[in-house]
């Protein structure tokens, strides 16, 4: 996912900004439906949970969001 992607309306185009979107709400989803089946998967799906969180928030990508996305980024590299 690139989260440059959920920028305001201004700097993205909309289709963009909706897949970029739809995909965090993916990785949200997928990354939950995986650790309730192996706890191997849990600490990926608390870093997704705690940045889906964090945007909802506050509306955008701050810097908790990318902390919280570079964690499951190295989380998942590591699975």
Same mark, same amino acid.
């Given at each position: 996912m690139d989260e440059a992607k959920l920028l305001p309306k201004k700097k993205v185009r909309e289709q963009e900004?909706?897949? !970029?979107?739809?995909?965090f709400a993916g990785a949200f989803d997928l990354a939950t439906a995986a650790a309730a089946?192996? =706890?191997a998967y849990e600490p990926l799906a608390e870093a997704?949970?705690? !940045?889906?969180n964090r945007h909802r928030q506050v509306f955008q990508v701050d810097t908790e969001v990318k902390k919280?996305? =570079?964690?499951a980024r190295r989380i998942c590299a590591g699975l």
């Open positions: 900004r909706e897949q !970029a979107l739809y995909r089946g192996d =706890a997704i949970t705690r !940045a889906h919280e996305l =570079a964690e």
